[in-house]
């Protein structure tokens, strides 16, 4: 199990799965950090790989309300389903 800050996560599991594409990656991300880096699951699509992604959605930057809590820790409730068909545009499986 790995914890880093906002946004760290999605590309770390895009680079571990490109070294290691005989395992099948498997992260739990939460939707603040997934909304920072979201043209990294483009790649993962384009490089065939097979990560699972769990999403936590809960609407903002968890860590930063612990930290200092404010209106600015509330993200936009995205359609994070309709994104990767938007991203993988029918290509492939």
């Known amino acids: 199990m790995q914890y880093g ?7 770390a599991t895009l680079g571990y799965a490109q070294a290691v594409p005989e395992k099948r990656v498997i992260a739990c991300i939460g939707d603040g950090s997934f909304q920072v880096t979201t043209h990294d ?4 699509l384009r490089c065939g790989q097979k990560t699972i992604i769990f999403l936590i ?9 612990e ?3 404010g209106p600015y820790n509330v993200i936009k409730n995205w ?6 068909d938007a991203i993988h545009n029918g290509e492939g499986k």
């Open 41 to 44: 699951v483009s790649t993962m």
């Open 67 to 69: 930290i200092h809590d």
């Open 5 to 11: 800050s906002i946004g760290w996560f999605v590309g």
């Open 79 to 84: 359609n994070y389903t309709g994104l990767i």
């Open 57 to 65: 959605n809960n609407g903002g930057y968890t860590i930063e309300v």
